[in-house]
């Protein structure tokens, strides 16, 4: 296993983590815990915003005509509602994104939504492939840094010895 790590580091043009001193193995150590924290807030980034698409997607099956005049709670905030009628059942106004707005009919909000949801899923998961290899690259570092300390407590043990 130490010779596939240290073959994929001089693939790379990096020394084999078996020749780094501990202090190179712990700063790429951080820097391994750093990626994988930031593909981590990444990867909850775009499920957010998946399950927002989801909720919208729901809220448009709501968006019927035999719905249209009905009493409803309209958000103002995410704990703040005012009373409302529903006066619009065949068009809604969607943010698509920098701040742009457009109307159009409620099964192609859908469709975009879904879109959206699927665009997210797949980029989520593509961070989760990453995400993965971080995470065993971080494991292979970890044990090649605790096996280099046992080299170095038997090193110490044996010099101890000797005196």
Known sequence: MAEEADAAEQEEGGIPLSQASLQQLNAVKQQLEQ?????????AALREAEARFQASMESLKSLCPENNGKPMLIPLTSSLYIDGHM????????????GYYIQMSVERAHKFCSRRCKLLNDNASKVEGVLKEKKKSLEQLQITMQQKMYMLQQQEAAKKEEQ
């Open 87 to 98: 006066t619009e059942t065949k068009k809604v106004t969607v943010d698509v994104g920098t």
């Open 35 to 43: 990626e994988v924290r930031s593909l981590l807030n990444n990867q």
